[in-house]
Structure formats: C-alpha cells, structure tokens
C-alpha cells in the first residue's frame, strides 16, 4: 500500500527517495534543494507521528458528509496531481464551494506556486464562493442590489 511504501522509506531513512518522488511529482520542477529539504523536514518526525499522521488521513472519510456541507469552501488542486480526479468528485458534492485548479501544479501547490496561492486565498475570502448557480443567482437579482449575488 501507499502507506507501507511511504513507511518504508521513512524508516530507512532513504531522504533520496523521498525527495525524488516529490521532485517527480512536482510539474513546475521544484529545486532538488527544495525537495530534499522537504524530505528531510518529514524525516525528522518521530515514527509515532509519522504512522499516527497516515492513520489520520486515512480514517479522515468526509466524502459521504460532503454534500451537508455548506460552509463557504475554496477548494484548490494541481492539474497534474494524480489525486485530481477524486478532487473533482468531491467537489461535485459540495454544496457550497469553489474550485481553483493551478495548471502545470502537482501535489504541492504551496510549495510550487506560492505566490499564485497567496492571491487566490484573499480573492476568495472578498468574493466568496463563485460558480455557475452564483452568477445566474446574480444576473437574476433585481437591479436594486437587493439579490443574494454574492454567494455566501
């Protein structure tokens, strides 16, 4: 499994290994400096936390919640993540969202594209959730400003 390889490489110790996937992964062709301190970073947790972390994620099952979800949420994928796909699935449940997917951007999209995030997030939180339903919602507003329109 996934989990056992990522394990298995953490208790080698094998940084090499580990920084090769995430400079693999990375489409915008993160520094092998970066990725080997990445790796590095990761191998300085303890193995309880490192096992405790991927048991975390793996028991962390929102998808059949999704869809009560009506927090206003931006949600941000890489196109290039192989994890793409269920990120799309996802986001067709939630009620509330909106999706930003950074192109040429791989799993991590803080540490590929940093300063595209840093822009996106603030737009977010001024013009909230925006999609198709928000903006029939707007267009179907009384001219008066007295429509939802934001999508909040």
């Given at each position: ?18 920084a090769r ?36 994620m793996e ?89 939802s329109g934001?999508?909040?």
């Amino acid at each position: 499994s996934e989990r056992e390889d990522r394990l298995d490489r953490w208790r080698r110790r094998d940084a090499e290994a580990i920084a090769r996937r995430r400079y693999a992964g990375s489409a915008r062709g993160i520094s092998r400096e970066s990725a080997r301190a990445e790796a590095e970073r990761e191998l300085s947790a303890s193995e309880g936390h490192m096992v405790e972390s991927l048991e975390a994620m793996e028991g962390l099952r929102l998808g059949e919640r999704l869809p009560e979800m009506m927090t206003p949420t931006l949600m941000l994928a890489g196109a290039t993540d192989a994890l793409l796909p269920y990120n799309l699935h996802d986001f067709g449940k939630l009620g509330n969202a909106t999706l930003h997917v950074f192109s040429r951007v791989g799993h991590g999209i803080s540490s590929e594209v940093p300063a595209a995030v840093s822009r996106v997030i603030p737009d977010f939180l001024e013009h909230g959730v925006i999609t198709a339903a928000t903006l029939a919602q707007r267009a179907a507003a009384p001219e008066d400003g007295q429509g939802s329109g934001e999508g909040r």
